[in-house]
């Protein structure tokens, strides 16, 4: 078998591991339309993705940072079944890093209630063996401090390791911590913007994933 090219490997999960994008901005929109009686722009929202949820509401709306926020919560979860998707043949690829012998963590800016729930439904948790969430941080990517104890509860360490994701703050959190970094195309990320951050590989499909990791 092939030795991968990383031991371990630390992924988001929006726009990353779980074809989240839709379910986000139309939860976004839902807490614009129902707060603000408007909607916000679309590129704009998908800018904030890879962000906690509350912080992007504060610098939006500050004095109606907490109604969004709830009111976002909600439609989230009531449609998250509904609006999830899967990238085609990703997870496959977490099932065979795992049987190569990869570690395998996740480091989201997600709350751990909705990760979860996300993970349950796309059949991810059972390839995934640390789940770090927003609540577990004070600080947040572009940080590196999520997925650095993502590495430490893992038992492992950034030598060796890989952070992949498909934002610009998932590149610059890998950096900092040290990591290698892989960024992925087909999430909320601008190619041309991932490219400028000069993560260590690319991959637009999951045959390109699993080539990065396994040759």
């Given amino acids: ?17 779980a074809d989240t994008i839709n379910l986000i901005v139309e939860s976004y929109q839902h807490a614009f339309r129902t707060v603000l009686g408007r909607e916000e722009d679309p590129d704009v929202i998908r800018s904030w993705i890879g962000r906690p949820l509350i912080g992007a509401f504060r610098d939006h709306s500050p004095e109606q940072a907490d109604e969004l926020y709830s009111t976002y ?19 496959d690829v977490l099932g065979e890093l795992r049987a190569a012998g990869v570690h395998v963590g996740i ?46 509860r893992m038992g492992r360490s950034s030598n060796g390791a890989v952070y ?28 041309d913007a991932l490219h400028a951050v000069r993560p260590n590989a690319v991959a637009s499909t999951a045959d390109e994933l699993r080539a990065a990791f396994l040759g």
């Avoid at 078998?1 to 591991?17: E, N, Q």
């Avoid at 609540?135 to 997925?147: A, G, M, S, Y």
Wanted: aromatic share 4%; glycine share 8%.
């Fill in 107 to 152: 480091a989201t800016s997600k709350r751990r209630e909705s990760a979860q729930q996300a993970m349950d439904i796309l059949g991810i948790s059972q390839h995934v063996d640390v789940l770090v969430a927003m609540e577990d941080t004070d600080r947040h990517k572009p940080d590196p401090t999520p997925l650095l104890l993502a590495l430490e």
């Fill in 73 to 91: 919560l909600q439609w989230n979860t009531d449609n998250t079944e509904r609006l999830i998707r899967t990238y085609d043949g990703v997870i």
């Fill in 164 to 191: 992949v994701g498909d934002a610009v703050v998932d590149v610059l959190a890998g950096k900092a911590a040290g990591m290698d970094t892989l960024a992925v195309t087909w999430g909320a990320g601008l190619p």
């Fill in 1 to 17: 078998m092939t030795t991968p090219r990383w031991s371990t490997a630390v992924f988001d999960l929006d726009g990353t591991l």
